[in-house]
């Protein structure tokens, strides 16, 4: 029944649809397609599958999903009953409460704020799809019967399904990050409700991150993995009221946003609507009709309709249309102060994506693709073990490495402690580390491999590394070396700042 | 190893070699980084004073700006610590142990803490062999007001100071 439905609206929207937006800058209300006044309900339900509700075999992560629905109605419906003056009170706390005993299933966001949905019923619909499109990829990344390749066959399907489906979508082109948020509004929301604005990145830096710890991981690895992160998210994410920017999925989920870059940049821009949309409620010099012009418009700037006949790469720099993105990551937008090179990255400073977070030699394509490391809220891309290990030495706290194996179907996850000690998804893992490698051959002499006949077989292949003896995880934990001189740090001031951060 | 192979090396090759010829100064070697606690930038050794102070906590070694920040993170880590601190000669530091949760170093230990901003921490929060040394060290910059602390002192300076 929903397949008809769907069509239907979808030759509904079609008939209602904008042209492409303005060169640079406003959408005009006059442009906007009649469905953004349709109060009417119309949900739509996922897209029917046997792997719907997986997301449950992570039980914390889907509890912890539930409560971000409940924390962004609560706030919506706050904001627009004239309790606006308690939100980082009141509001804040009861948000919290249902943070830290999230419900045991997902809430209908319209019973919590009844009032926000009825005055921004097309907005409400624009954030359920693409809800539902983040959700079901989820529910794809965590079932247990699909293989990797089956699950990325899948979420190309359920990225198709919402563009062909939903009557209006988000757009799948980057789009300029500082453009959107340079809006006169633009921070209204940061400055006067920095608790909760705290909480409204915390969940997206949930959202963000999920990602690539699901994506080509071992299901039984998910939970042990969620353990480290949603400890995170509780105990720091959450509350974190510092941040320059919002969490992006370039930046947490740096993997997954490489690989499907369209839902990537979808993602970015929803969260971006997020902050457009609470920057308008906190603008009290804006009337209630100029705040729903204001977020019509704010719609407008994201939907597909409006970049439709754009492309990704491509677009007057700093405008509406501007589609380029940084070097290395065609999920994400152009932010403040990037080029094509490079990026301001919170808590890593400035980086270029396209190379190795910890020895700035270019990443490798292919297989084997490197590693990554998250840890303190990041996740970083490296180019071999020996520097997801020896990046991972240098920080202080909890990690985890996910790595490249000989075998392209099954990626190491290895979980470390707070004194750099490891635990590895892959028993039998065996590493191989040479003496004194030179580090733009690192992906040669610093692999892991599922076994030890898999390391014969590789050194049988490769006879230079023939006296290399394999070592198990306890013996590759405690090597190191000095940071590679081929690291470069890129020395400029925080765009986001007039002076950079830090005690003083 | 395959032609294709030996190509994508050398192109690799010259490319970090071209790459570290032109682009100079910005190139950076070393131990690069933030200090976890005051995210200020890790302050590189030189030829004639060390500056980096190095934690090990099990099989990782942090890096942290002055010996203050040490003392001002040390709640983050529940086992024991070793901390290689500069003194005042480069490639010798004093070596500081927290077993147990008690505090040691070695008996002529001493420490200077004057530092007002974190900006000059590196330089004005530092711990040396001696009190010799520590006094060369603070005519040598005109530190004025300095005072040697012991470890004990050094502890309750860092307790005590509001960040």
Redesign the interface.
Known sequence: MRRTWFVILAALALALAIGPGPEAGAVSPEELPGWMRDRTEDHLFYKAAPYNFSVYSVPQLARDLNGVAVGHAMAYEDLVTGRDSELETETFERIDRVLRNPPRFMPDEATIGPTFARRFGALEKLFDWAHVLHAQTIDVLTDEALSNDAKDAEIERLWRFYLDSAPYTITGLPLNMDFLWSQPESEAFRKKYPKVNGLFWGYHWLQTSMYDMLWRTSTDTHVPQYELVGSRYHELELYKTDRDFMPMMGETSPRFAGRFHEMANAFDNLHMLHDMVNDVLASPELDPAEQDRRIAESMGKVLTSTHADCRAGEGEPGTLHDHRFPAGMPGMGMMKGSDEDVMYMSGM?WMNMSECAHCS??LPKGNPWGATLSMEGWTMTVRCLLCARDM??????RGIVRAATEDPARTLVLIG?????WTSSIPEVVFLETEGGDH??CTDWSRAFTSREAFDSYLLR?PEYAEVAPLDLAAW??R?R??P???????RPNPYRTE????? | MTRTRSVSKIALWLGVVFGLTVMGPSWALGHEGKCPLCKLDLVQNTDSLDYEVVVKVGNKKIEYRCIYCVFGDQKRYKTDLVVYAPSEKPGEPVVLKRTAGVWSAPDSTVFLNSFAKHKTCATESRTFSSQHAFDRYVAKRAITDAVALTLDEMLVAAAERKE
Request: glycine residues 18%.
């Open positions: 400073g030699v270019r991972a030495t240098e920080t202080p706290g402690d707070e004194e750099g000690n733009p051959e490769y934990s405690v190191g000095p940071t001189e081929t690291y470069q740090k890129i020395d950079e951060g830090g005690e003083e």
